[in-house]
């Protein structure tokens, strides 16, 4: 057997993989939270102090929205990179792919009310109406690994969503 073909080192090179990805997130993210909020604190101080007269307060609505949607994506980040991950099991509900730039394309999975996304390599045999424990990182939904299991006796397998 080749040591490339291990599945203890391919679950490691994963979840280092995934990991990796949430540092990279961490470091895109929070820098960028930095100076929109820093600018936003500057332009709340110099309007507050007689800057421009009411045309600032535009630009100051408009980095306090890109400063909220650029912390939430720093806080999910380092959330997770101090905290440990999660499991879950249960039936897959759904199971679809979207193309999140113009190269790269991400696929998903609901289980209950959850929704975690991960790459094609790790979801290219899970099905919907599959039974299986997700290993993933609780704020920023990712999956570190699946395993399918069998149903617990006395289940019934959900229908599939028939959403396209």
Request: hydrophobic share 45%; no cysteine.
């Amino acid at each position: 057997m080749n040591w490339q073909d291990d599945p203890e080192l391919e679950a490691l090179r994963r979840a280092h993989s995934v990991r990796t990805s949430l540092i990279r997130s961490a470091i895109i993210w929070t820098p960028l939270f930095l100076v929109v909020f820093a600018g936003m604190i500057f332009y709340i101080v110099d309007t507050t102090r007689g800057g421009d007269a009411g045309g600032t307060w535009v630009l100051v609505a408009v980095l306090g929205i890109a400063s909220f949607l650029f912390g939430f994506q720093a806080v999910q980040s380092w959330l997770d990179l101090f905290g440990e991950p999660a499991d879950q099991t249960g039936f897959v509900q759904r199971r679809w792919a979207r193309r999140d730039s113009f190269v790269f394309q991400t696929q998903y999975i609901r289980i209950d009310k959850r929704i975690l996304r991960g790459d094609h390599l790790l979801l290219a045999e899970v099905k919907e109406g599959d039974y299986l424990r997700a290993h993933f990182y609780p704020h920023s939904n990712l999956l570190i690994d699946v395993e399918k299991l069998p149903p617990p006796e006395g289940s019934d397998t959900p229908r599939p969503s028939r959403r396209r």
